[in-house]
C-alpha cells in the first residue's frame, strides 16, 4: 500500500492555546484509522487541518502527492480529493435531498446534471434513502440526514474520507443506521479517517487506532483488539475505563 495522506510534524495554535503538538502521521490508501481521545485534544482540528479548513503553523500535510495549503488559489482542487462528513450535517434547507448531492459535483466538478442525478440515485438506495430523494432536510431524522451527508460526500469520489463526531448529535435510536452505513463503505476499500467516540463501532471498523491527548499522539496500534483489551500507556487506559463496550 502506498501512503494517501501525509502529515508531518504538524503544529497548530490559536492565540496562545498550542491544539496540535507536533503530530505526524500517514494513512494508506484503503485505510482505515480512527482517532480516539478525550473531548478538547485536537481530533476536530486536526481533520480540519487536513482539507484546509484550518491554516497550521508549523509542520506539513499533504494529500495523494500535493501539500494542503489553505491559503492558495488551487485549495479547491485539493478539497475535491476529500470528502468530510460533520456532525451537524450542513446540508442545503432549501435545496431537497437530491437537489443538495449533485449540487457540488454539477456547480464544481461541472459533471453532467442527469449522471449525476442517476449517481445520486444509486448511492441513495445503497444507504436505503431513495424514496427521500424529493424530501427536504427538514422533513428527514438526524440518521437520516446525516446519511445524505455521507452520499454528498461520496458522489464526489474523493480519494479520502473524514468524519469528525458524525453521531454525536444524533439520538441513540438514530446512531446504529449511520454508523452501519460507515461500516459498510469501510468494507469496500475507502480510505477512511474517523474520529469518534462510539468505542464499539472503532473496535470493529479500525485497521489502526491512533490515540490522542493534549494535542499530542499519545499511543498508535494497528493491534486494535491489543489496545482495547489492555491499551500500554495509562492515560488510554484511564480514558477507556470511561466507557462500556463490547
Given at each position: 500500500m502506498s501512503?494517501?495522506?501525509?502529515?508531518?510534524?504538524?503544529?497548530?495554535?490559536?492565540?496562545?492555546?498550542?491544539?496540535?503538538?507536533?503530530?505526524?502521521?500517514?494513512?494508506?490508501?484503503?485505510?482505515?484509522?480512527?482517532?480516539i481521545g478525550p473531548s478538547g485534544c485536537g481530533k476536530s482540528t486536526f481533520l480540519r487541518c487536513l482539507n484546509g479548513l484550518e491554516s497550521i503553523e508549523g509542520g506539513v500535510v499533504v494529500i495523494d502527492g500535493l501539500p494542503v495549503e489553505p491559503d492558495k488559489k488551487d485549495i479547491y482542487k485539493i478539497r475535491q480529493k476529500i470528502g468530510m462528513v460533520f456532525q451537524?450535517?450542513?446540508?442545503?434547507?432549501?435545496?431537497?435531498?437530491?437537489?443538495?448531492?449533485?449540487?457540488?459535483p454539477v456547480k464544481v466538478q461541472k459533471r453532467n446534471k442527469d449522471d449525476a442525478m442517476r449517481e445520486a440515485l444509486v448511492l441513495l438506495d445503497k444507504v436505503g434513502l431513495a424514496d427521500k430523494k424529493d424530501y427536504y432536510p427538514r422533513q428527514l431524522s438526524g440518521g437520516q440526514k446525516q446519511r445524505v451527508a455521507i452520499v454528498r460526500a461520496l458522489i464526489m469520489h474523493p480519494e479520502v474520507l473524514l468524519f469528525d463526531e458524525v453521531t454525536a448529535a444524533l439520538d441513540p435510536e438514530m446512531v446504529h443506521e449511520v454508523l452501519q452505513t460507515m461500516l459498510d463503505l469501510a468494507r469496500t476499500g475507502s480510505t477512511m479517517v474517523i474520529v469518534?467516540?462510539?468505542?464499539?463501532?472503532?473496535?470493529?471498523?479500525?485497521?489502526?487506532?491512533?490515540?490522542?491527548?493534549?494535542?499530542?499522539?499519545?499511543?498508535?496500534?494497528?493491534?486494535?483488539?491489543?489496545?482495547?483489551?489492555?491499551?500500554?500507556?495509562?492515560?488510554?487506559?484511564?480514558?477507556?475505563?470511561t466507557f462500556a463496550y463490547d
Open positions: 501512503d494517501l495522506v501525509k502529515v508531518k510534524h504538524l503544529h497548530k495554535e490559536f492565540g496562545k492555546n498550542v491544539v496540535l503538538k507536533d503530530i505526524s502521521l500517514s494513512v494508506e490508501r484503503g485505510e482505515v484509522v480512527v482517532i451537524s450535517y450542513e446540508l442545503f434547507p432549501h435545496k431537497t435531498v437530491l437537489e443538495n448531492i449533485i449540487l457540488s469518534t467516540h462510539e468505542m464499539a463501532f472503532a473496535k470493529a471498523v479500525a485497521d489502526r487506532i491512533v490515540f490522542f491527548d493534549q494535542g499530542e499522539i499519545v499511543e498508535e496500534t494497528r493491534n486494535v483488539k491489543a489496545f482495547f483489551d489492555e491499551p500500554s500507556t495509562e492515560r488510554a487506559r484511564k480514558f477507556l475505563k
